[in-house]
């Protein structure tokens, strides 16, 4: 319920957004006509509209995403020819009489004040030309639905943030149909205000066929609600309260049966398992992916503890719910579970299928399931492998394995996958892409339209921005031409980045700096001591790993080559 509150209000700040103006003409074009017989029928027809193609932009793939490009120049054409419509009455009169003929029939009494089904058929057109700033709200909405994959509440979601959209705008329309009729009774300006109308629904169409609506609309803002957009989610989405902490051998709680695995796309490292053939077994199950950094540093004890108690009767399962695209890639998660030595069973759950299962909403997420079939235990997040390795231990003893190994796994792992140096003050992690980002200082960022972009000559701690020319898209940004640059004031021992090459995956070389300088021995892994690297594939790259502390620095990354997509900063 609260979830659809904050999606009903994202919506209804919608209209303050610059992107929604070249939406207004069309809606202002009826606001002289009965509103339950136009706007109503038009506010929900595009309502509607946006639903629908949210959803399947969202969660049916790029075919989806063509058909709307098709959707938008069919609707261009159609407001096209309303705005010549208000610009010339003959061409009015012979345009809409099918639309009024067939509003006659249907209703069986004439219609004077227009049809309410051309209305609802204007709706669709501005529907699918609707691209609202997907500011925290709406970029949650859709990241849930392509985690989450096709259902009721997706399209619920999504048109009841659209529905908010509609009110505001339909108040807008009510307000605008007094202040119309008051013009044409004071000034007998009917046919200019008509006129009027026509030349702003043709720049509307001008302004979308030009991509402003996305683009330069969204650079000039005069109010941007992303600000408070993102207060009204952080207020909603508190972090995960601590579980408690777990006496060794004390008793553990059922919490519920073991789902199935039958949702998994495909296997690496085993043929497909069932909650059948694991009977007996005790089986840990670890929700991560490759790019995830608390996921990498988790997976060292996760290695340590199947190699440890395998011949004791425990299966550990990792479960890989990919976070970006490029995740879904059964190539590159095989790649990175050989690079990652990860030897025991991975489901590829690209489908979601297994997370929904357990209710799942974390990475990484540790369950542990008795050789009954019940989960016993759960972890959320990285840190309390002790208490996790006796929660093991545990279960194999009710089992029946006696002599189990001595002592708790100590990995020693280094670079990206050694633990986090704890400071709580570190940098949050940051995501480039406009679905999710924040803290991006140099003004508004263009939604998949590529824009020259400058940084701020001082950045105050936490602020990011892009330098260059730069296209921006829900969850990545590519890089246009060679010579640009993010740059970051940070803080914390370690920064990560996830990068991915060019097109048809050309390694992209690239410089960074700490403070102006080269790293030296505050480089990362990926880096040398100059600052030099290569990204070759889509993963996770240490940048930074400094030597002595973790204070404020500031961060800056040049690419020598052009193509690179960024997708999220995190820090140690």
Same mark, same amino acid.
């Given at each position: 319920?609260?979830?659809?509150?904050?999606?009903?209000?994202?919506?209804?700040?919608?209209?303050?957004?610059?992107?929604?103006?070249?939406?207004?003409?069309?809606?202002?074009?009826?606001?002289?006509?009965?509103?339950?017989?136009?706007?109503?029928?038009?506010?929900?027809?595009?309502?509607?509209?946006?639903?629908?193609?949210?959803?399947?932009?969202?969660?049916?793939?790029?075919?989806?995403?063509?058909?709307?490009?098709?959707?938008?120049?069919?609707?261009?054409?159609?407001?096209?020819?309303?705005?010549?419509?208000?610009?010339?009455?003959?061409?009015?009169?012979?345009?809409?009489?099918?639309?009024?003929?067939?509003?006659?029939?249907?209703?069986?009494?004439?219609?004077?004040?227009?049809?309410?089904?051309?209305?609802?058929?204007?709706?669709?057109?501005?529907?699918?030309?609707?691209?609202?700033?997907?500011?925290?709200?709406?970029?949650?909405?859709?990241?849930?639905?392509?985690?989450?994959?096709?259902?009721?509440?997706?399209?619920?979601?999504?048109?009841?943030?659209?529905?908010?959209?509609?009110?505001?705008?339909?108040?807008?329309?009510?307000?605008?149909?007094?202040?119309?009729?008051?013009?044409?009774?004071?000034?007998?300006?009917?046919?200019?205000?008509?006129?009027? @109308?026509?030349?702003?629904?043709?720049?509307?169409?001008?302004?979308?066929?030009?991509? @402003?609506?996305?683009?330069?609309?969204?650079?000039?803002?005069?109010?941007?609600?992303?600000?408070?957009?993102?207060?009204? @989610?952080?207020?909603?989405?508190?972090?995960?309260? +601590?579980?408690?902490?777990?006496?060794?051998?004390?008793?553990?709680?059922?919490?519920?049966?073991?789902?199935?695995?039958?949702?998994?796309?495909?296997?690496?490292?085993?043929?497909?398992?069932?909650?059948?053939?694991?009977?007996?077994?005790?089986? @840990?199950?670890?929700?991560?992916?490759?790019?995830?950094?608390?996921?990498?540093?988790?997976?060292?004890?996760?290695?340590?503890?199947?190699?440890?108690?395998?011949?004791?009767?425990?299966?550990?399962?990792?479960?890989?719910?990919?976070?970006?695209?490029?995740?879904?890639?059964?190539?590159?998660? *095989?790649?990175?579970?050989?690079?990652?030595?990860?030897?025991?069973?991975?489901?590829?759950?690209?489908?979601?299928?297994?997370?929904?299962?357990?209710?799942?909403?974390?990475? +990484?997420?540790?369950?542990? !399931?008795?050789?009954?079939?019940? !989960?016993?235990?759960?972890?959320?997040?990285?840190?309390?492998?002790?208490?996790?390795?006796? !929660?093991?231990?545990?279960?194999?003893?009710?089992?029946?394995?006696?002599?189990?190994?001595?002592?708790?796994?100590?990995?020693?792992?280094?670079?990206?996958?050694?633990?986090?140096?704890?400071?709580?003050?570190?940098?949050?992690?940051?995501?480039?892409?406009?679905?999710?980002?924040?803290?991006?200082?140099?003004?508004?960022?263009?939604?998949?339209?590529?824009?020259?972009?400058?940084?701020?000559?001082?950045?105050?701690?936490?602020?990011?921005?892009?330098?260059?020319?730069?296209?921006?898209?829900?969850?990545?940004?590519?890089?246009?031409?060679?010579?640009?640059?993010?740059?970051?004031?940070?803080?914390?021992?370690?920064?990560?980045?996830?990068?991915?090459?060019?097109?048809?995956?050309?390694?992209?070389?690239?410089?960074?700096?700490?403070?102006?300088?080269?790293?030296?021995?505050?480089?990362?892994?990926?880096?040398?001591?100059?600052?030099?690297?290569?990204?070759?594939?889509?993963?996770?790259?240490?940048?930074?790993?400094?030597?002595?502390?973790?204070?404020?620095?500031?961060?800056?990354?040049?690419?020598?080559?052009?193509?690179?997509?960024?997708? *999220?900063?995190?820090?140690?």
């Amino acid at each position: 319920m609260l979830l659809l509150i904050l999606a009903y209000l994202g919506g209804v700040l919608t209209i303050l957004s610059p992107c929604i103006l070249p939406v207004l003409p069309f809606v202002f074009a009826r606001a002289d006509r009965p509103f339950a017989r136009n706007g109503l029928p038009m506010l929900l027809g595009m309502a509607l509209t946006f639903a629908l193609v949210a959803t399947l932009a969202a969660v049916g793939g790029g075919w989806a995403v063509r058909a709307n490009q098709y959707g938008r120049v069919i609707a261009l054409v159609v407001l096209a020819l309303l705005g010549l419509t208000l610009l010339s009455t003959r061409l009015a009169e012979w345009l809409t009489r099918p639309f009024v003929a067939l509003g006659n029939r249907l209703s069986q009494h004439p219609d004077d004040e227009g049809s309410a089904w051309s209305a609802t058929g204007l709706g669709i057109a501005t529907g699918l030309l609707w691209a609202p700033c997907a500011g925290p709200i709406l970029g949650l909405l859709l990241t849930g639905a392509a985690l989450n994959g096709a259902s009721v509440q997706t399209t619920l979601l999504l048109l009841t943030y659209a529905a908010g959209a509609a009110t505001s705008l339909a108040l807008a329309l009510l307000l605008g149909g007094r202040v119309f009729a008051l013009m044409k009774r004071s000034l007998g300006a009917g046919e200019w205000v008509r006129r009027a @109308l026509g030349v702003l629904v043709l720049a509307g169409v001008a302004a979308i066929a030009l991509g @402003l609506d996305t683009g330069v609309l969204t650079r000039v803002a005069l109010a941007n609600t992303g600000g408070l957009e993102q207060k009204l @989610l952080d207020a909603a989405r508190p972090p995960p309260a +601590p579980e408690p902490a777990h006496r060794a051998g004390a008793p553990l709680p059922v919490e519920g049966e073991m789902p199935s695995l039958a949702g998994a796309t495909s296997w690496l490292n085993s043929p497909p398992l069932t909650r059948q053939s694991l009977r007996g077994k005790v089986v @840990l199950v670890d929700f991560w992916t490759y790019s995830c950094i608390n996921c990498l540093r988790a997976l060292p004890y996760v290695r340590g503890w199947y190699d440890k108690y395998k011949d004791d009767g425990l299966v550990v399962i990792g479960v890989h719910a990919p976070e970006f695209a490029f995740e879904k890639d059964p190539g590159n998660v *095989a790649r990175a579970v050989k690079e990652l030595g990860v030897d025991y069973p991975v489901a590829l759950d690209n489908d979601y299928a297994i997370w929904q299962g357990f209710n799942n909403q974390y990475w +990484p997420a540790h369950y542990f !399931i008795d050789a009954s079939g019940r !989960i016993r235990a759960h972890h959320f997040g990285e840190g309390n492998y002790a208490q996790s390795e006796d !929660i093991i231990r545990q279960l194999l003893t009710e089992a029946g394995h006696t002599d189990l190994p001595a002592g708790y796994v100590q990995p020693g792992a280094k670079g990206a996958q050694a633990a986090g140096s704890g400071d709580a003050m570190r940098s949050p992690e940051t995501y480039v892409g406009y679905a999710r980002a924040a803290h991006f200082a140099g003004g508004a960022v263009a939604h998949d339209d590529a824009w020259d972009y400058r940084a701020p000559a001082t950045l105050t701690p936490g602020q990011w921005s892009l330098d260059g020319r730069w296209n921006v898209h829900a969850e990545n940004a590519v890089l246009e031409h060679a010579g640009g640059r993010i740059v970051y004031r940070f803080r914390g021992r370690d920064l990560h980045l996830v990068l991915g090459p060019g097109a048809n995956g050309k390694p992209v070389r690239f410089r960074v700096t700490l403070d102006g300088k080269p790293p030296g021995d505050d480089h990362g892994m990926d880096v040398d001591a100059n600052g030099y690297g290569t990204v070759t594939e889509q993963r996770l790259y240490q940048l930074v790993r400094q030597k002595h502390g973790n204070g404020e620095r500031l961060f800056e990354i040049t690419f020598l080559d052009p193509g690179v997509r960024a997708y *999220a900063f995190t820090f140690g």
